[in-house]
């Protein structure tokens, strides 16, 4: 059976462009047709200035939200990636096969060490190397799919070298996992900045539809996003990259075509207020789901914790075969050892 992982940062409240680029396939087509683990990775959150009280707590909403989005714990696995000690010992030996160089390419990398460094902090060591953790949570499962946005399709394709690479060196230790990207809505832009991705750790929130935002909040955001001065109604997503959001996210939210829904609407009005309802229809489930969840943490966390548990007894061989393969002697001498001593 295909192997399928992915994972989310609780960096930040999450977003539409979370939804609808990875959650919303995760539940509705993933789960179902595949064997798949998706992780809140908290230990991601620890690569910028962080708060540990504000980490704990997006941690436990992320996990209810992936839960209230409909991920089934009885057909996948939801954990926390740092209640699985294999994500952090796989990624050392990552690190022996990655180079320098490599990591300073990641675009992500580049975005947001400019960004601390703006801000007049200093770059953590491990926002160099997070890709690698990032290649070990999917290596460590023999994963050969990963759902996610095109904003991560980068380090896919970095984990996919670093497996390769390591085979090649050591032998057959890894499967290569593949990116798999959404037709539509793979990258959701801010509302008032389309040229900009829609983020969680955006600084303002009003380019951004957070997926617990209430029905008025969001009708809000999206008749007010930033739209570009033509007058008709195209898909042209590089000269008109806001009129060309609102149709993605209208066509992700409806399961439409954005081409062909551009052929609908002769007005940005009315196109607006199309898309504000059909965002507003498609989190009303999931903001209800969420409501009752959060009466019942305790829920949540056996979810976590037997998930934490089917995680680990996944990872274990495989990056125990990687430790053997790269030249590391078991910690129990075998007897053949003992003998030949
Ligand atoms: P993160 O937490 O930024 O985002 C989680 C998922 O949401 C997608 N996404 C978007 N899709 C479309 N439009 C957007 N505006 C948008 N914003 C976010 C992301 O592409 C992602 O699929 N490094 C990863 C987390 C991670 C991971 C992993 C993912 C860690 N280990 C292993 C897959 C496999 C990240 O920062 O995602």
């Avoid at 399928?4 to 940062?9: K, R, T």
């Avoid at 801000?119 to 499962?141: F, K, Q, W």
């Avoid at 809505?185 to 539809?209: C, E, H, I, Y």
Wanted: charged residues 25%.
């Amino acid at each position: 059976m295909t192997r399928v992982f992915s994972g989310i940062q609780p960096t930040g409240h999450l977003t539409l462009g979370n939804y609808l680029g990875a959650m919303r396939r995760w539940a509705e087509v993933d789960q179902h047709r595949a064997d798949s683990l998706f992780c809140v990775v908290d230990l991601h959150a620890l690569t910028m200035e962080h708060d540990p009280a504000r980490v704990r707590r997006l941690s436990r909403q992320t996990a209810t939200l992936l839960l209230a989005a409909g991920l089934d714990p009885e057909v996948c696995t939801v954990f926390l990636q740092s209640h699985v000690d294999e994500h952090t010992r796989l990624s050392y030996l990552l690190e022996c096969v990655a180079t320098d160089g490599e990591m300073r390419r990641m675009i992500q990398y580049k975005e947001k060490a400019a960004k601390e460094r703006d801000r007049g902090g200093s770059v953590r060591l491990s926002l160099l190397t997070y890709p690698v953790l990032m290649a070990a949570d999917i290596l460590a499962y023999g994963t050969d799919e990963v759902p996610v946005g095109e904003d991560q399709a980068q380090h896919v394709e970095l984990t996919r070298d670093l497996a390769v690479r390591f085979n090649q060196r050591y032998g057959q230790a890894f499967v290569v996992p593949r990116a798999t990207i959404p037709r539509v809505a793979a990258r959701v832009m801010n509302l008032q900045d389309p040229t900009r991705k829609m983020g969680k750790s955006d600084d303002s929130g009003a380019g951004v539809v957070y997926l617990l935002d209430e029905p008025d909040a969001v009708r809000k955001k999206v008749l007010r996003a930033v739209t570009d001065s033509g007058r008709d109604v195209v898909y042209d997503r590089a000269e008109r990259p806001g009129l060309a959001n609102l149709l993605d996210v209208l066509a992700a939210c409806t399961g439409g075509n954005p081409e062909s829904l551009a052929d609908v609407y002769d007005s940005y009005g009315s196109l607006k207020k199309d898309t504000a309802e059909a965002v507003v229809e498609v989190l009303r489930p999931v903001q209800a789901r969420h409501r009752e969840l959060c009466a019942d943490p305790a829920y949540v966390e056996g979810v976590l914790r037997d998930g934490a548990e089917k995680a680990r007894a996944l990872a274990r061989p495989t990056v125990d075969r990687a430790y053997r393969a790269i030249g590391l002697l078991p910690p129990v001498a075998e007897p053949s050892l003992s003998a030949a001593r």
